[in-house]
Nanobody
Framework: QAQLVESGGGLVQAGDSLRLSCATPPRTVMWYTMGWFRQAIGKEREFVAAISRIGTTTYNTDTVKGRFTISKDDRKSTVYLQMNSLQPEDTAVYYC?????????????????WGQGTQVTVSS
């Protein structure tokens, strides 16, 4: 079973940027749809973005509003989430996950494997 390891979270101020990384076993990003979700305290897990094995991207446009970009590096088998113009409402634990191709990428139930999460805290 694939192991996903997120990194790059931290405490930043409103307006700052962060880049999250998700390291995966070799070739994982070439075979699976990779997604980023987040969960704030007291809220349900929320879809942020996904990238298919061929590089097609999907975003939660209400949440991202053009500020976040998902990408991947097949050689490094790593997925990234570049987050710009961060706001306090972006504060959450961010999770990386892997889903089989052809399943709905914005649905958490599609994802079989999850990382442990990385905390992002944005102060005002």
């Amino acid at each position: 079973q694939a192991q996903l390891v997120e990194s790059g979270g931290g405490l930043v101020q409103a307006g700052d940027s962060l880049r999250l990384s998700c390291a995966t076993p070799p070739r994982t990003v070439m075979w699976y749809t990779m997604g980023w979700f987040r969960q704030a305290i007291g809220k349900e897990r929320e879809f942020v973005a996904a990238i298919s094995r061929i590089g097609t991207t999907t975003y939660n446009t209400d949440t991202v509003k053009g500020r976040f970009t998902i990408s991947k590096d097949d050689r490094k088998s790593t997925v990234y989430l570049q987050m710009n113009s961060l706001q306090p409402e972006d504060t959450a634990v961010y999770y990386c996950a892997a889903a089989r191709p052809g399943t709905p990428s914005a649905v958490a139930a599609s994802y079989e494997t999850w990382g442990q999460g990385t905390q992002v805290t944005v102060s005002s």
